[in-house]
């Protein structure tokens, strides 16, 4: 098929679902005859997925392309991403491998974005016909309510035309989204979708189902991740870096007043906490706040002479400063410091957003460790 001939792409993003490939192609084949569709897979397996897709596609009559990552960045919100950038129909179909989500509804979305001129169609557990059944546990369902509220409350406007802004499932009008706004990290992306730009959403009911084969990712990491993820997004970046900061100030409070407890020199004490929470931020921040600018930016020990000769400088100036507040006043050391350490927020937020994490304009980012089965190359 033609590029110009592809109606629907659907896109598969997939870790360890070996054993699901098989009956997910056949009912996808089955739900879009009639329809010029492809499937897209975007692995993350370490199992034997790869292989289990490379075998459907020799016998599909659908046409069926693997981007097999070998570095999983931005998570699941990263491999749709991937598969998005990849797709080449009018409308992308985002759907998970574990039969979870019925592929019977593929051509339910895409007609009903059709019929009403919709940029997103939401398949939904939550309005008239939907349910959550394949949800395991009343722990799983008491979790995804709650995270569902909370979400549409942090976003009333965004969201108002959306009751489940958790699905993995949904239809996008691909000339819709400037991918390049986004910033996938974690696994909700159809939240970052529709916080990001403004789009017509419709609903469809769906009924999540039992998985086919395979255990679920869901884990405490994942939720952490969502909660980062909704911050970012709510708050911007200046949110992680201030969730850093403030464990950061507790970590050094504390451990300067452990230190001072045991007889140590409050001075003395100032320094050792200061260069254990330096360290220690550095990697948070790495990991949580600039993450998604590690690739672009200057090497990863580069940042980090940066950041901690920054933060060591800034230490040392605090420090000064807190001596002589110490010897000249009578405020006691740890609300000084803590004081000293509000001061500097915003300063050390400001150094790290535009010199730490700029974009190093002198060199070409690197393509990603991927590899691509079909007709698509690596890509940057």
Not at 167 to 172: D, M, S
Request: glycine residues 8%; charged residues 20%; contains cysteine.
């Amino acid at each position: 098929m033609t590029t110009q001939q592809i109606e629907v792409s659907i896109v598969v993003p997939t870790y360890n679902e070996a054993d699901n490939v098989a009956e997910l192609v056949a009912r996808i084949e089955a739900a879009v005859e009639g329809l010029a569709a492809e499937i897209i897979v975007v692995d993350d397996s370490s199992d034997e997925t790869p292989a289990a897709v490379r075998r459907e596609a020799a016998r599909s009559p659908l046409p069926i392309r693997l981007i097999h990552r070998d570095v999983a960045t931005g998570g699941l919100s990263g491999a749709v991403v991937a598969g998005l950038e990849a797709s080449r129909g009018r409308w992308s179909v985002v759907m998970d491998g574990d039969l979870q989500h019925p592929p019977e509804l593929i051509p339910v979305l895409v007609a009903s974005g059709e019929s009403e001129n919709a940029d997103v169609v939401v398949a939904s557990r939550h309005i008239a016909g939907g349910a959550d059944a394949g949800l395991s546990g009343a722990l799983r369902h008491l979790v995804s309510t709650g995270a569902t509220v909370l979400t549409r409350a942090m976003f009333p406007i965004k969201l108002r035309d959306c009751t489940d802004p958790m699905t993995g499932f949904f239809a996008v009008r691909r000339s819709s989204v400037d991918l390049s706004t986004l910033r996938p990290h974690g696994f909700k992306i159809l939240l970052e979708i529709l916080a990001r730009t403004p789009l017509t959403v419709v609903e469809e009911p769906f009924v999540f189902a039992e998985r086919h084969a395979g255990e679920s990712k869901a884990d405490l990491r994942q939720g952490f991740t969502f909660l980062a993820q909704i911050a970012a997004l709510r708050f911007g970046r200046l949110s992680g870096f201030a969730a850093i900061g403030a464990v950061g100030a507790v970590a050094n409070l504390g451990i300067m007043a452990a230190l001072q407890a045991f007889g140590v020199w409050y001075l003395a004490a100032a320094i050792v906490a200061a260069v254990v929470t330096i360290l220690g931020n550095f990697v948070l921040l790495e990991r949580f706040v600039f993450h998604d600018l590690r690739d672009g930016a200057h090497s990863v020990w580069k940042r980090f002479a940066q950041s901690v000769a920054f933060n060591g400088t800034e230490t040392a100036v605090r420090t000064g400063v807190l001596f002589l507040i110490v010897e000249s006043t009578s405020v006691p050391g740890i609300l000084a410091q803590a004081l000293l350490i509000a001061v500097g927020f915003v300063i050390r937020f400001v150094y790290h957003s535009r010199v730490v994490y700029k974009p190093d304009r002198t060199t070409s980012p690197a393509p990603s460790a991927s590899r691509v089965d079909g007709t698509l190359t690596a890509t940057d």
